[in-house]
């Protein structure tokens, strides 16, 4: 399977620790996406890298968020203190491309309770 | 804010039947619309995608219109099947940006 790969699946921790996700893209996919999405809802836009570059953040991505993308392959969200409003799954995305029209492939996701 | 929004939260058919899930977008410069498919536990799961300056496009057995004079989008899946059985989410993009955003989401029951 060389689908976008998210790790780990199921994150349970206690409120105020930290918590790092990591996402691989598809290979070659230059963009990269970070999606939050809550039961019943639509996934929302946290973060946008292509290649190396975070070129767009959500106000949604408070100061406990940060996104990297070191090496302009996979990709890493970490959750600083993390709150109970913070439960829900994390999903990351991947598209190719050079214009802006591209279809967003995503990975599975990782579920996030803060108890 | 802008937003895209489904008409009806849950639609059930009878299996082999078409159907036809709908979406409402407010933003008139979203120039690209996408369809996706989730299932239990799983990521969206790219169906069909269409650009503005198109009103038509079909894949395999999913047709995708776009009636922009409404800001109106629709799923239509012909044959419907168990398999189909999922979440379904229409999501756009404005001009000049990379973010899509999604709607809430329709959840298609397939009877059988």
């Known amino acids: 399977d060389t689908g976008v790969s998210q790790d780990p699946r199921h994150k349970i921790t206690k409120r105020g620790q930290n918590v790092t996700f990591r996402c691989d893209p598809i290979s070659e996919h230059n963009r990269l996406y970070w999606y939050r999405q809550t039961l019943g809802q639509g996934p929302e836009f946290l973060t946008y890298f292509q290649n190396e570059a975070q070129l767009e953040k959500s106000r949604l991505l408070s100061d406990r968020f940060s996104a990297e993308r070191p090496k302009g392959s996979f990709s890493t969200l970490e959750i600083q203190r993390t709150e109970q409003g913070d439960s829900a799954m994390y999903l990351c995305?991947?598209?190719?491309?050079?214009?802006?029209?591209?279809?967003?492939?995503f990975g599975n996701g990782t579920r996030l309770t803060v108890t | 804010g802008e937003s895209v929004g489904l008409h009806l939260p849950t639609l059930s058919v009878q299996e082999g039947d078409n159907s036809i899930i709908n979406c409402a977008y407010s933003?008139?410069?979203?120039?690209?619309f996408i369809w996706y498919k989730q299932e239990s536990g799983k990521g969206p799961q790219f169906i069909i995608d269409i650009r503005s300056n198109m009103d038509k496009r079909q894949g395999q057995r999913v047709t995708v219109l776009l009636n922009k004079t409404v800001k109106h989008l629709s799923l239509q899946i012909a044959a419907t099947q168990p398999g189909d059985s999922a979440v379904y989410f229409c999501?756009?993009?404005?001009?000049?940006?990379?973010?899509?955003?999604f709607g809430s989401g329709t959840r298609l029951l397939v009877r059988p």
């Open positions: 995305a991947s598209s190719l491309g050079t214009g802006y029209n591209s279809p967003l492939h």
């Open positions: 933003n008139s410069a979203s120039d690209y």
């Open positions: 999501a756009e993009k404005g001009n000049s940006s990379y973010k899509l955003i």
